[in-house]
T-cell receptor, first 111, second 111 residues
Framework: QKEVEQNSGPLSVPEGAIASLNCTYSDRGSQSFFWYRQYSGKSPELIMF????GDKEDGRFTAQLNKASQYVSLLIRDSQPSDSATYLCAVRGPNAGKSTFGDGTTLTVKP | NAGVTQTPKFQVLKTGQSMTLQCAQDMNHNSMYWYRQDPGMGLRLIYYSASEGTTDKGEVPNGYNVSRLNKREFSLRLESAAPSQTSVYFC??????????FGPGTRLTVT
């Protein structure tokens, strides 16, 4: 079992829809959770981070964390073609030095 | 601020050649990282440095060496390149438990 698993995708949604990206992790001691967006040929950039159980909202983005189920998700409301990218989930354990990344989910938003 | 810079942007090596990838950050971050990203995959940690003077192995350290030259600079060396090291290499840095900032990447091809 991989330490961090994401929907393999690709995921395609129409413009204006909600895109839901999921991530599960195996280390129960994980404490910090990050979502990065990576456009093709570019480097990852942070979208959201979440440390506590529950929801965290920032504009059109909502991160949801359920530590009991070892599950973290990213919801993108009112999806735009510019949201088309690969989304990487990263999980950081008690040793705050290292993060483990999932393989990413590629999202395409169709006009 | 330039953030995280990497040189070179592109490199082609023959099997057995050596090279050093350079990374520098101007954000006064303590921690620095080297990742590789293969097509369709997430980021795999090669080596990291939690602070100046320390380095630790990540998931895939074989065939690589690193040097944390000072707080700003963290280099990655391939002593004898192999085709399996063809990849995109990203350097990143972070402050404490906050998010990582990534450089633009180096695209390396080993023939």
């Amino acid at each position: 079992q991989k330490e961090v698993e994401q929907n393999s995708g690709p995921l395609s949604v129409p413009e204006g829809a909600i895109a839901s990206l999921n991530c599960t992790y195996s280390d129960r001691g994980s404490q910090s959770f990050f979502w990065y967006r990576q456009y093709s040929g570019k480097s990852p950039e942070l979208i959201m981070f979440i440390y506590s159980n529950g929801d965290k909202e920032d504009g059109r983005f909502t991160a949801q964390l359920n530590k009991a189920s070892q599950y973290v998700s990213l919801l993108i409301r009112d999806s735009q073609p510019s949201d088309s990218a690969t989304y990487l989930c990263a999980v950081r354990g008690p040793n705050a030095g290292k993060s483990t990344f999932g393989d990413g989910t590629t999202l395409t938003v169709k006009p | 601020n330039a953030g995280v810079t990497q040189t070179p942007k592109f490199q082609v090596l023959k099997t057995g050649q050596s090279m050093t990838l350079q990374c520098a950050q101007d954000m006064n971050h303590n921690s620095m990282y080297w990742y590789r990203q293969d097509p369709g995959m997430g980021l795999r940690l090669i080596y990291y440095s939690a602070s100046e003077g320390t380095t630790d192995k990540g998931e895939v350290p074989n065939g690589y060496n690193v040097s944390r030259l000072n707080k700003r600079e963290f280099s990655l060396r391939l002593e004898s390149a192999a085709p399996s090291q063809t990849s995109v290499y990203f350097c990143a840095s972070k402050f404490r438990d906050y998010e990582q900032y990534f450089g633009p990447g180096t695209r390396l091809t080993v023939t």
